[in-house]
């Protein structure tokens, strides 16, 4: 089964703008994460949201969790040219891996 | 603030060749990972690592892959014939703990198999 699927698959918006990316998975989960790779670097963790938390806050970053929906999604607001980046959830189910999903491409136009 | 650094950024190998890829995880991490990303698909867990172990391993890690840490600081990755598939970004990732901690990554060996 695909775990962590994000959609849209990309976006493209003005700077200024919020943008907003979802997650869905379909396993149960210890917590779920949230990392950006910028074009042909690493990955970046971001923010890590527990399965009891339902919304998290990291600058301007805004997570929310809900495990009944098995969903999540993050928010930038105030974009950035620089926020320009894939961006991936992954979810961990108190293992010791990480399940990502395909990512969603932001394009933030300056 | 501390990184990961992963050496090659980019290797090229004759496919049947063994390759080893290199990582230095983050000096007071005890948890590595390997992960691979074929060229538009997503990030795929390999390997995990802790105590001297291999504490949990996909399905894409078969015979032909192995991991060790030969001392303090180094965490490899060995693939011991390489076939034109094994053609990926391999992502090593350190943690401080196994559970609740985000997982630090390096930028990547490109790994090129002709």
């Known amino acids: 089964s695909q775990q962590g699927e994000e959609d849209p698959q990309a976006l493209s918006i003005q700077e200024g703008e919020n943008a907003t990316m979802n997650c869905s998975y379909k396993t149960s989960i210890n917590n779920l994460q949230w990392y950006r790779q910028n074009s042909g670097r690493g990955l970046v963790h971001l923010i890590l949201i527990r399965s009891n938390e339902r919304e998290k806050h990291s600058g301007r970053l805004r997570v929310t969790l809900d495990t009944s929906k098995k969903s999540s999604s993050l928010l930038i607001t105030a974009s950035r040219a620089a926020d320009t980046a894939s961006y991936f959830c992954a979810t961990d189910n108190a293992g010791n891996m990480l399940t990502f999903g395909g990512g969603t491409r932001l394009m933030v136009k300056p | 603030e501390p990184e990961v650094t992963q050496t090659p950024s980019h290797q090229v190998t004759q496919m049947g060749q063994e390759v080893i890829l290199r990582c230095v995880p983050i000096?007071?991490?005890?948890?590595f990972y390997w992960y691979r990303q074929i060229l538009g698909q997503k990030v795929e867990f390999l390997v995990s690592?802790?105590?001297?172990?291999?504490?949990?391993k996909s399905e894409i890690f078969d015979d032909q892959f192995s991991v060790e840490r030969p001392d303090g600081s180094n965490f490899t990755l060995k693939i011991r014939s390489t076939k034109l598939e094994d053609s990926a970004m391999y992502f090593c990732?350190?943690?401080?703990?196994?559970?609740?901690?985000?997982?630090?990554f390096g930028d990547g060996t490109r790994l090129s198999i002709l």
């Open positions: 690592f802790y105590n001297n172990e291999i504490s949990e």
């Open positions: 990732a350190s943690s401080e703990q196994r559970i609740v901690q985000p997982q630090h």
């Open positions: 000096s007071n991490h005890l948890y």
